[in-house]
């Protein structure tokens, strides 16, 4: 299994982004996805996940109300759309796959990463 993260960049506070990730594999309906991110001097926390029928989402308390995760699986892609970005949110993204189908909120329920994509947001 291979993940593709894409969609970041440089915004401004206030503004909006869509982060997505492609995964390889046929049986990316089966998979619990979910999205974490790290900043700077800190420790990988958990953003937002979904579980692999898309009826249960859970998200970060820091980030709800601002971010909505997807999910499209003809496209075997995972979305993070991320409203009135602060600051704070600066991170490098990483998208991840629990093959169990749950997802969560913890690291080590996933099994597979992206390679992360940088997110820059200035005052």
């Known amino acids: 299994v291979q993940l593709q993260a894409s969609g970041g960049g440089l915004v401004q506070a206030g503004s909006s982004l869509r982060l997505s990730c492609t995964v390889s594999g046929r049986t990316f309906s089966d998979y619990g996805l979910g999205w974490f991110r790290q900043a700077p001097g800190k420790e990988r926390e958990f953003v937002a996940t979904?579980?692999?029928?898309?009826?249960?989402?859970m998200y970060a308390d820091s980030v709800k109300g601002r971010f909505t995760i997807s999910r499209d699986n003809a496209k075997n892609t995972v979305y993070l759309h991320m409203d009135n970005v602060k600051p704070e949110d600066t991170a490098v993204y990483y998208c991840?796959?629990?093959?169990?189908?749950?997802?969560?909120?913890?690291?080590?329920?996933?099994?597979?990463w992206g390679q992360g994509t940088q997110v820059t947001v200035s005052s």
């Open positions: 979904i579980n692999w029928t898309g009826t249960i989402s």
């Open positions: 991840a796959v629990d093959s169990g189908g749950l997802g969560g909120s913890r690291i080590r329920e996933y099994e597979y």
